[in-house]
């Protein structure tokens, strides 16, 4: 389920590119790109941590242990996608689920809650606040 309601289909394509980025860092596995994302310092709650980080090689610590070898053929999809304006900032909130192969091939899967504020730095839309949480069983 996919709902926008933003003023301009041109920042709509813009957001939606960095969030394909975003995907597509975390389903290879390129930690620089997943990073590239986001602010210098931005927020993030993250689905497998009990710590705020609030800075680029926080984000990226968290990344490089949330890609692990223990996840083989790691992928994520959106669910459900709401990106809404809020106080002029865009405002994208739903749930993905993260799937992968552990050490003895059964399949993983973990489903979360997300929200993401973006924020235009220099031209270019990059993530100001990222909480996610686990979604309860």
């Keep these: 389920m ?3 309601a933003l003023k301009s289909n041109q920042k ?4 939606l590119n960095l969030l394909q980025t975003w995907l597509s860092g975390v389903k ?8 590239s994302c986001y602010s210098k310092n931005a927020a993030l709650w993250g689905s497998i941590t009990h710590r705020l980080r609030c800075d680029e090689q926080g984000i990226r610590n968290y990344f490089n242990e949330f890609i692990s070898s223990e996840k083989h053929n790691l992928e994520v999809s959106f669910r459900e996608i709401d990106i809404k304006e809020i106080a002029g900032l865009p405002v994208v909130s739903g749930v993905y689920v993260f799937t ?3 050490d003895d091939g059964k399949k993983m899967a973990m489903p979360a809650r997300y929200t993401f504020v973006l924020n235009n730095r220099n031209g270019k839309w990059k993530i100001e606040d990222h909480h996610s949480s686990l979604l309860p069983s």
């Excluded at 709509?12 to 957001?15: G, L, M, S, T, V």
């Excluded at 290879?28 to 990073?35: F, H």
């Design 28 to 35: 290879n596995g390129v930690t620089d790109k997943i990073v």
């Design 12 to 15: 709509q394509e813009e957001i």
């Design 2 to 4: 996919y709902a926008v």
């Design 100 to 102: 992968w192969l552990d």
